[in-house]
């Protein structure tokens, strides 16, 4: 059994870290820290834990964190973690983070968009936890930067196209919208019932700091510099991700070409889905899952190929990563614990 701790369990991502890790068949859940609910059994944070799972959170402390673990699952806010995680690595531990403190190869990139880096020394060994692109660098790593859920979105039906040269990457424009819970728990004012309940609206627009993230693994990835437009929304729904994403083509192709590029491309990985050409994703269908869910279609007229990918924020664009990652780093197969049916509704 693989002994796991995670610290901000009480979070919405550390929370359904906890729902994840509860019912996985090889981990054992040693230790959970919350420095709001220090002291608070974990069913008292949240009810649906009634039953099934009353472990006392903690205060965060490193000596109880790396006696009671072997991995550790850092879901806490940006900044906190680069103070941290050099500790538990220097105690033979493995992380996977949820902040994008290790998210970046490139530090000034980061401290433009975030704040600076106290442990930027790690960035190099440090790999991007998107878990499909990035299997075998993912295995062997003591430190992994899960991905950012608006990225997830976005790369994942992006990278075959870019790789294979059937997009130009100079056109590329990303529509995402998101539920609320991707503002995490803490109150904010723009996720209040009545500010959100009745609203759609777009924010940061071409100023996001996953934007940064996106330009540089997809540059990485097409082996060229690429730069999208990037524009979120706030749509009023609890959890789900959607992200359209436009680009013209740079070679002639049809739908078949496009088809057969993302699905070679993602052979044998069980958690991207090609919908059928009479199908277009839907975050009802992934609810609650670790799918991804991709569908395209030909714009002929205008040349350009119009793509959609739909995840659950909490899951595959967050804890649901998080485990697949931790899946890969301790070779297993990567779905294990993480084969639940989407939500029918």
């Known amino acids: 059994m693989i002994r796991v701790g995670v610290i901000g369990a009480t979070g919405y991502a550390g929370a359904e870290l906890v729902r994840i890790l509860h019912g996985h068949p090889e981990t054992e859940l040693t230790i959970l820290t919350s420095r709001q609910y220090a002291g608070i059994p974990i069913n008292r944070v949240y009810p649906s834990f009634n039953g099934i799972l009353d472990t006392v959170c903690e205060e965060f402390s490193m000596d109880a964190v790396c006696e009671k673990a072997d991995l550790i699952f850092t879901a806490l806010p940006h900044k906190i973690p680069m103070e941290i995680v050099p500790d538990l690595l220097a105690k033979g531990k493995r992380v996977v983070d949820f902040s994008a403190d290790f998210r970046f190869k490139n530090a000034i990139v980061y401290e433009a968009h975030y704040q600076p880096h106290t442990s930027a020394y790690l960035l190099e060994k440090a790999v991007y936890g998107l878990s499909e692109i990035y299997t075998d660098e993912i295995k062997t790593a003591g430190v992994v930067g899960n991905a950012g859920c608006y990225p997830t979105s976005v790369m994942l039906p992006l990278i075959p196209l870019l790789k294979a040269g059937i997009i130009d990457e100079k056109t590329i424009i990303c529509d995402s919208k998101s539920g609320v819970s991707g503002a995490g728990r803490s109150p904010n004012l723009s996720s209040l019932y009545c500010e959100a309940a009745e609203s759609f609206k777009a924010y940061k627009v071409a100023a996001h700091r996953?934007?940064?993230?996106?330009?540089?693994?997809?540059?990485?990835?097409?082996?060229?510099?690429?730069?999208?437009?990037?524009?979120?929304?706030?749509?009023?729904?609890?959890?789900?991700?959607?992200?359209?994403?436009?680009?013209?083509?740079?070679?002639?192709?049809?739908?078949?070409?496009?088809?057969?590029?993302?699905?070679?491309?993602?052979?044998?990985?069980?958690?991207?889905?090609?919908?059928?050409?009479?199908?277009?994703?839907?975050?009802?269908?992934?609810?609650?899952?670790?799918?991804?869910?991709?569908?395209?279609?030909?714009?002929?007229?205008?040349?350009?190929?119009?793509?959609?990918?739909?995840?659950?924020?909490?899951?595959?664009?967050?804890?649901?990563?998080?485990?697949?990652?931790?899946?890969?780093?301790?070779?297993?197969?990567?779905?294990?614990?993480?084969?639940?049916?989407?939500?029918?509704?």
């Open 210 to 345: 996953h934007n940064p993230e996106i330009n540089e693994i997809l540059s990485m990835q097409a082996g060229k510099a690429v730069s999208v437009t990037f524009v979120p929304h706030l749509v009023p729904m609890s959890r789900g991700m959607l992200t359209t994403t436009y680009g013209s083509l740079a070679k002639p192709v049809d739908s078949d070409e496009i088809r057969e590029c993302i699905a070679s491309f993602y052979k044998g990985r069980s958690f991207v889905r090609l919908c059928p050409d009479n199908q277009m994703p839907n975050t009802l269908h992934v609810r609650g899952s670790n799918y991804c869910d991709i569908g395209f279609t030909l714009d002929k007229l205008n040349n350009r190929l119009i793509l959609i990918s739909v995840i659950d924020n909490l899951v595959k664009g967050a804890a649901g990563q998080a485990v697949q990652n931790m899946n890969i780093m301790n070779g297993l197969d990567e779905t294990t614990g993480l084969e639940f049916v989407p939500y029918p509704i």
